[in-house]
Nanobody, 123 residues
């Protein structure tokens, strides 16, 4: 049974930083591409960043240069370092433990989501 536990969210002022963590169990962690997604109120869930099993990285344009995704295979953990946060980054952030690349783009596995962690950027 796959389990994902996210942590690290909170309230931060614009320009501040947060580091999200997602601990994954129940799968061969190092074999999988992992992703961070977010969902703002009234909007659909969107991709933030992906890290492939070979370390390759994908970022959505709006976070390039501000966010960094990384993984520690020994700890079965994926991280999202978020710097220079903006109010538009406010959302619930979710990690996904199995992102597959298709011709139409990366697709997260439906049953491999964490519970989400709230990030609020406000002064």
């Amino acid at each position: 049974q796959v389990q994902l536990v996210e942590s690290g969210g909170g309230l931060v002022q614009p320009g501040g930083s947060l580091r999200l963590s997602c601990v994954v169990s129940g799968i061969p962690f190092s074999d999988h591409a992992l992703g961070w997604y977010r969902q703002a109120p009234g909007k659909e869930r969107e991709l933030v960043a992906i890290i492939r099993n070979n370390g390759g990285l994908v970022y959505v344009d709006s976070v390039k240069g501000r966010f960094t995704i990384s993984r520690d295979n020994a700890k079965n953990t994926v991280y999202l370092q978020m710097d220079s946060l903006k109010s538009e980054d406010t959302a619930v952030y979710y990690c996904n433990a199995d992102v597959t690349f298709w011709s139409q783009g990366p697709i997260p596995r439906d049953d491999y989501w964490g519970q989400g962690t709230q990030v609020t950027v406000s002064s």
